[in-house]
Structures are given as C-alpha cells and as structure tokens.
C-alpha cells in the first residue's frame, strides 16, 4: 500500500462529508429518540370520528365497573377527541378501576428518577384519582399521586411528578379512582425529567448519535414525507406549536400513529444539539400514490416557504415568531432542503420542483436544494445544487460500487448519497459484519470522489427491536436497551473524515480485487494523524507492506494505534444478549513508521492512526 501524503497531491474532504439521516421509521422517533412514554396521547389516533379506536388505552376493571368511550368534548381545537371514563361502581375493587397505557411495548421506569406527568382532565363534580406508574403485571407499585383540585365547569391541566420507587422495563401508567362518577381526559403526557439538554431526546440515544459527530442531519424521512397517499403525509405546520395542540398523524408508510411530539421544531432543535447543519426534506406535492398537478402547487410551495421563515426569519416575523415563542428566538441555520423524497420520474415531479426550486432561490438564495433525480450518470434536466443517490443492494455490489462516483460528471450539481445499506437478507440480516464492510469500502469512495460527492448518511438510522419494518438499521434499540450494529461502528471510522485531507493510496496485491482502502490527515486537539483505512473483503488474510511518502516529521509511534473491526463469521451480528461481539477494538501500533508491516484478518476493517 503506497501513500503519497504530499500536499501537492493532497485535497480537502468537504466539511459536511458525513452526517445522518432521521427517518420515523421502525418507531424511531415516537417510542423511539422522543422520550415521549405514552402512546396515543390525545386519544386520536382512531381518526376524528367517535367513537375510536384509543389503542393502546385500555381498562383496568370489568364491564360492570368501567365504561369507557370518546366524544368530542376537547379543549383542544385541533384534536378534538376526548375520552369519557364512566366509573360505575359503588363499592370498587381495591386499587380502583380506570385505564392504563403501556407506552411503546412498556415504559421503562427506573428507580431514582422523576417523571413529569401533564394531563388535561374535567368533570362535573369532584374527583378522586389516583395517578401511578405500576410493573406490566400492574401488580407492583413504583409511584403514585392522587389528585382531587379540579375545576369543575372547564378543563383543568394537571401537572404532577412521579418519583420512581423502583425499576420496571415494561412500566404502565394508570390513572384509577373508586368513586362513581365521569371523568374526561385528554392530552396526557408522561416524560422522563433527565431528557438531552431538556428537550425532550432519549439521552442514551443522542449519545451514540453524538459519537458518530455529524455534520449534518436529514429529516424526517423518506417515504415518512412523501406518504402513501398524500392525506398522510408529513405536515410541518401541524407539528409545532404547544405540543397538546398538534393533532398527530398516521404514518401510512411505515404503518403507525405518531402524536408529532417530534415535529419540525424539534427536528431543527435536534440538529442543533447534535451540531448539524439541518436538512428539511419537504413534500413535494406528492406522494406514492396520488399527486397535485403543478397547476394548482402554489399553496403548496406557500407551504414550505412559511416553513423556511418558521426557521429562518427574525422572532419578529410571523412564522418566526412561532419559534420564537416555542422557545428559540435565534434563527437555526437551514442552508439545505431536499425537494421531495424519491419522486423523480414522477407525472408532475419536473414541474412541482421547478415551482418550489424558483420560489426558494428567490427568497432565500443561499439554500442549496437537493434534487430527487440521480445526476451521475447523466445531467439533470433541471437546476440543482446536489441530486440526491440512494442505494439499497447485496455486500458484493455495494463493494464493487466503490468505485460508482469514479467517472462522474464534476460540472454542475453535486451528490448527496443521502440513504445507502446493504440490506440484501441473505448478507446483512439485522446488521452483519459482511454487509458493514462493504459499506466501509463505498465510503472510502466518498471520501475519494469528495470533489464531487458532497455528502452521505447511512439508512434507516434507528430501530426499535418492537416494530422491525425495516432491517437493518443503524442503531437497535427497545425500551431501555441500545446498540450499534456493525454499519454504525463503521461510520465512527469515518467521524473524522469530514474536513479532513485526503491522499492519493494505490494497493498493489493478489487479492486487490477483495480490497479497498483509503488515507487521510486529520487532527485532533493535540495531535496530526496520517489515517490509513483498508476493508480486506476476502477470506484470506493479508500481508501488506504500508509505505507513506511525504511525512514530513516522521511518525510519533508512541501515540500511533491500529483499530479493528472483524469477528469469527462474516456473518456475525451485534444483539442485546451480544451488544460487543462484532466492535472496533483498539490497540498501540509499536511498528508505526513511514514504511510498516501489517496484516488485515479475512473479512476486517483496519484504520492505521499514525501520530505525525
Ligand atoms: O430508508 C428506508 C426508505 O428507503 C426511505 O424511506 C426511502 O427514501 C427509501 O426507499
């Protein structure tokens, strides 16, 4: 392996390189990084007409004892729906009768913390209610709170803390009483006190998003924006505001109701505290299965520029003055929309985009946007700054296709892989080594061809073990429990390439063809290190000599390392019995030096970090 690392041959990897796409897919965000532990909050998810379906609600009592129901009795304008709980017992079983949410397959409650419950609730007379959190079972207790001060002629907000006794996985929150009467509820929230920074993220979620240092965020998905039809589709507007007014949605897609506590708002927030720059990918008008005729997209492209001043414009302004007063008087830095979700090719996709892409440039000409058309083979027939690439496909072709952006076009737009995996079963079943190595080797691509390929995230990033649409994923996770499969672990390899330089790395070997690698420098606080990456995609192991030209200081070997990802069978996966089984282990390199032997196991990924 021969590395020229003289500044003549060298180049500078973009700064937004490499980054993340959130989808609401596979629970991701509700029941997922929203910490958010009841389902269903406001009753809605049956759809406006009563009475509904409140999945997954349900009772605790018998027919005789408890009648439940929905009305339309809400003080809430925009989610009307109410539940009317009916306690017909005079003398009720001990513990009381009512109903309880499991949350998102249980709420994981833990000794020691505090949980913040808010509910709107009414009645006529005076109540007695009991609030508590019990084991699945609803045999053990881990707190409670009784409430009693209610106004009787209108909605009364309650806004209690529930201090854990005890720790439960499979958690549920019961709101009981055992006095006859009628109770209303609605808009009930129970989230845990210690969210990232207050805002309302799961932190051992953003922790592991922290650690791959994004430089930038997509959201909120995917076919999540487009819909299946497009009734359902994702609706900004919808999604902000005081949190008990946001009707919620049913993702069709992806098949699940989301109350929208993620909405855009906490998008940009998130893209914020993960120190992102925020790309919104918008609707376009058009979903999988119905679209609106250019000729009537107006409204529409009203629509998203009302989304951009919600970002973008002074707290003065008017829909600044939404955000502002959600919390964030400063403006968050969108500079990057994505026109659409995978609609090229679609009737009035040309005709939509062109309408939306002269109305943002007008207004706000320093946002790059992002074209759904694949411009690498051959040119767009339309203005762009960067054309999204999305690949799904075997290990083997995703190896070969290291080489994809090799030969593409450097005029004109830029590319945006903004969702690649392999996810061929029989390679990567929930995440195996094999299928994370051929990812590792079409990102060495990237950084290569990164003149012209602008950006790339892995997807989908996250699933919940419950709801397992899509596999695989980035990172697994259930109620309490999380981890990296493979393909995350090779992302942490390339954190450090955004802005980084890359060189020119030649490999002359038998086994070439099962190769691939790449060298940068980058620097940390302290230290400059030249980085040679090479994935050995083959069954053999290696014997390689590495010889970099250009150091010139020579190598620290002191503070050299060498860092690997391999296991016993390609095929190997992380799970939540084996979270460590296939992880990059790190070790000194006592034979760092300007030309070094090494050996790449069969089926790994080697980083060689040599200090200069
Ligand atoms: O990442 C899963 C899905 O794959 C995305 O929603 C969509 O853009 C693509 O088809």
Redesign the pocket.
Known sequence: VEVDASWEVSRKIPDTLFGL?F?E?NHAGAGGIWAELVSNRGFESGGPHTPSNIDPWSIIGDESSIYITTDRSSCFSKNTVALRMEILCENCPAGGVGIYNPGFWGMNIEEGKTYNLVMYIRSLESVELTASLTCSDGMQNLASVSIQEIDPSNWTKIEMQLLAQGTCRTSRLELTSMKRGVIWFDQVSLMPSDTYKGHGFRKELIYMLLELRPQFLRFP????VEGDWLRNAFRWRETIGPWEQRPGHFGD?WNYWTDDGLGYYEFLQLAEDLGAAPIWVFNVGISHHDEVDTIIIEPFVKDVLDSLEFARGSAESTWGSVRAAMGHPERFPLKYVAIG??DCGKEFYRGNYLKFYDAIRKAYPDIQMISNCDGSSRPLDHPADLYDF?V?TSAANLFIMKNKFDRTSRIGPKVFVS?YAVNEQRDAGKGSLLASLAEAAFLTGFEKNSDVVQMASY??LFVNDNDST?NPDAIVFNSWQQYGTPSYWVQTYFRESSGSVIHPITISSRYSDSLAASAITWQDSEDIFLRVKIVNFGPNAVNLTISSRGLQDGVNTAKSTVTVLTSGNFLDENSFSEPNKVVPVESELPNAAEVMEAVLPPFSFTSFDLAL
């Open positions: 796409f989808e897919i998905g995917g076919c999540f897609v979700n995978e999305h799904y969702e997807a989908p899509w």
